[in-house]
């Protein structure tokens, strides 16, 4: 299923509906920034990352328990290999610059609803706003009708670079002149 990669920045208990997740786009920064909070994410959550041996596979761990593994990769695994990490209630998040060469992985995991395409370029208008009207709720902020259309406008449209601007901004609350 093809979804917003801005709906996992403002709701991060999102990705927990998912059983895999594939990242492209062509903002790497952007694509490793959403890896990275997807981590967190899970790892609130209980899940332990895992690396994922090539030629190995994903067998099943003897001594798993109640654990329940998450397995990031920047090198495709296969099909039936992401299956079988899904079987076992694990999670993969699998992340790749856009390429005409990972077609079929995008038609792979945009025809499944347990699956998550998210697709990171370059914000437009509607998707910073997201952004920032996200991060403004999850902390409580306030600000004034003109200043938010303001610091939307000056707001950097590559999403690296936009987060550690709103970070700043947190460091500006309940600062008064």
Not at 13 to 32: M, Q, R
Not at 125 to 154: A, C, P, Q
Request: contains cysteine; hydrophobic residues 35%; charged residues 30%.
């Amino acid at each position: 299923m093809k979804i917003n990669p801005e709906n996992f920045i403002v709701d991060e208990g999102l990705c927990l509906n998912y059983k895999s997740l594939f990242i492209s786009g062509n903002d790497e920064a952007y694509i490793f920034s959403l890896v990275d909070l997807l981590i967190k994410s899970f790892s609130k959550k209980g899940f332990v990352k895992k690396a994922i041996v090539e030629g190995v596979g994903t067998t099943s761990d003897l001594f798993k328990g109640e654990n329940k593994y998450l397995y990031v990769s920047e090198k495709y695994i296969g099909d039936s290999s992401v299956e079988e990490i899904e079987n076992n209630k694990d999670v993969f998040i699998f992340y790749e610059k856009s390429s005409s060469k990972n077609k079929l992985i995008k038609q792979f995991f945009s025809k499944s609803k347990d699956r998550a395409l998210m697709e990171c370029y370059e914000l437009d208008s509607n998707r910073k706003k997201t952004i920032v009207s996200g991060f403004i709720k999850k902390h409580n902020l306030v600000f004034e009708n003109n200043v938010y259309w303001l610091m939307l406008d000056l707001l950097d449209n590559r999403f690296s670079i936009l987060n550690k601007e709103l970070d700043k901004i947190l460091l500006l609350d309940n600062k008064s002149d």
